[in-house]
């Protein structure tokens, strides 16, 4: 597997703003996944996006992938409080091992 | 829905000895792995486990570490001597196949 790189590093933005980050990765992949870690705990899946793709909706979550440019961005709609947590990407190509960055540190100012 | 389950939740340990992290991965998943999170830095994978045996290990995976799936429904990581470097978050995932990989809540380990 390969490492993504977020960006930005940190993100803090009004409740009920949206936010968005973004990943880039440097080789070929089957799928990109993000996920989310509230403070010391684990790592919650949101959402996987498959190489053939473009844009993925769940809730208030929408991703996109840019194969081309080897990016992926995550939106998250309407902010909450709740949604304060980082948020790290995974490129993969199959059921192998995930490569965790730095992530985005995003928080959310009620 | 389910979920992985990790137990315990917390681990207090001397240095030297020896500790068993417990992990029950979702029913039907085939696929198993262990990361672990020293504070503050990333998330580092140790381990991934399929078809009862190690598919792949990390560097940090040396012999002092093993993993075990000794009944259909737990998944061990053991620790037979730790080091005060072994202090971390351990988390278990499981997948079922489709990519995706489900994290337990994790066990926070503490070597003194």
């Known amino acids: 597997s390969q490492q993504g790189e977020e960006d930005p590093q940190a993100l803090s933005i009004q409740e009920g703003e949206n936010a968005t980050m973004n990943c880039s990765y440097k080789t070929s992949i089957n799928n990109l996944q993000w996920y989310r870690q509230n403070s010391g705990r684990g790592l919650v899946h949101l959402i996987l996006?498959?190489?053939?793709?473009r844009e993925k909706h769940s809730g208030r979550l929408r991703v996109t992938l840019d194969t081309s440019k080897k990016s992926s961005s995550l939106l998250i709609t309407a902010s909450r409080a709740a949604d304060t947590a980082s948020y790290f990407c995974a490129p993969g190509v199959g059921n192998e091992k995930l490569t965790f960055g730095t992530g985005t540190r995003l928080t959310i100012i009620p | 829905e389910p979920e992985v389950t990790q137990t315990p939740s917390h681990q207090v340990t001397q240095m030297g000895q020896e500790v068993i992290l417990r992990c029950v991965p979702i029913s039907n998943h085939l696929y198993f792995y262990w990361y672990r999170q020293i504070l503050g830095q990333k998330v580092e994978f140790l381990v991934s486990?399929?078809?009862?045996?190690?598919?792949?290990k990390s560097e940090i995976f040396d012999d002092q570490f093993s993993v075990e799936r000794p009944d259909g429904s737990n998944f061990t990581l053991k620790i037979r001597s730790t080091k005060l470097e072994d202090s971390a978050m351990y988390f278990c995932a499981s997948s079922g196949g489709r990519n995706e990989q489900f994290f337990g809540p994790g066990t926070r380990l503490t070597v003194l």
């Open positions: 486990f399929y078809n009862n045996e190690i598919s792949e």
């Open positions: 996006i498959r190489s053939n793709e």
